[in-house]
């Protein structure tokens, strides 16, 4: 089976940073998108960076310059640095993959359990 495990949540002052990492294991035959969303108390989940099989990436408009996402030699791990953090980047943080298992023909999207980020002095 995959899973995705997350580390790297906590609490921080304004201006700190966190770094993320998730990894994927299991039966993986192929990652095509490994990203991070982010939920907020009261908000909607949203798409905070992606980084796909080509090693394009993309960013939500408010972490722009500010986080950067990247990921291993064996591209079975997501990082995401996160600089200079402000109180509205509290929220839950989600690691999200597209992948297609060994036992599978299809691409599958699977989600972490989610690591809590709290900015806040």
């Known amino acids: 089976q995959v899973q995705l495990v997350e580390s790297g949540g906590g609490l921080v002052q304004p201006g700190g940073s966190l770094r993320l990492t998730c990894t994927a294991s299991g039966s993986i035959a192929s990652i095509n998108v490994m990203g991070w969303f982010r939920q907020a108390p009261g908000k909607q989940r949203e798409m905070v960076a992606r980084i796909v099989s080509d090693d394009a990436v993309a960013y939500t408009d408010s972490v722009k310059g500010r986080f950067t996402i990247s990921r291993d030699s064996a591209k079975t791990t997501v990082f995401l640095q996160m600089n200079n953090l402000r109180p509205e980047d509290t929220a839950v943080y989600y690691c999200?993959?597209?992948?297609?298992?060994?036992?599978?023909?299809?691409?599958?999207?699977?989600w972490g359990q989610g690591t809590q980020v709290t900015v806040s002095s």
């Open positions: 999200n993959a597209v992948i297609k298992s060994s036992s599978s023909r299809s691409f599958q999207a699977y």
